[in-house]
């Protein structure tokens, strides 16, 4: 079970789980340096949910597990961007 913790005060936030599975063709962070590193998380998204906790019932081996937090002014957690990504977790 993956659970979180997440200090934000000022807006109503939801969480996406993304996992990372290099044998499922999701390779995690790929990062590409051009004077700065630009990097793209290459994951699937598992969920978007207000709950602080997530059980993946059938995980693959090599899962890498990132919690995204994300608001917006609607209040919808079908809309609105992630504005922090926590740093990888494995099982």
């Given at each position: 079970?993956?659970t ?39 994951a699937e ?47």
């Open positions: 079970m993956l979180w913790t997440d200090s934000t005060r000022r807006a109503r936030t939801f969480y996406r789980v993304y996992r990372s599975s290099p044998s499922r063709g999701f390779s995690e962070m790929v990062c590409e340096p051009r004077g700065v590193d630009r990097c793209d998380l290459r998204t598992l969920l978007t949910t207000r709950e602080r906790r997530y059980v993946d019932e059938h995980p693959p081996a090599d899962a890498i597990y990132r919690i995204g937090v994300a608001a917006n002014w609607l209040d919808e957690t079908d809309r609105g961007d992630v504005f922090v990504i926590s740093p990888p977790a494995a099982p």
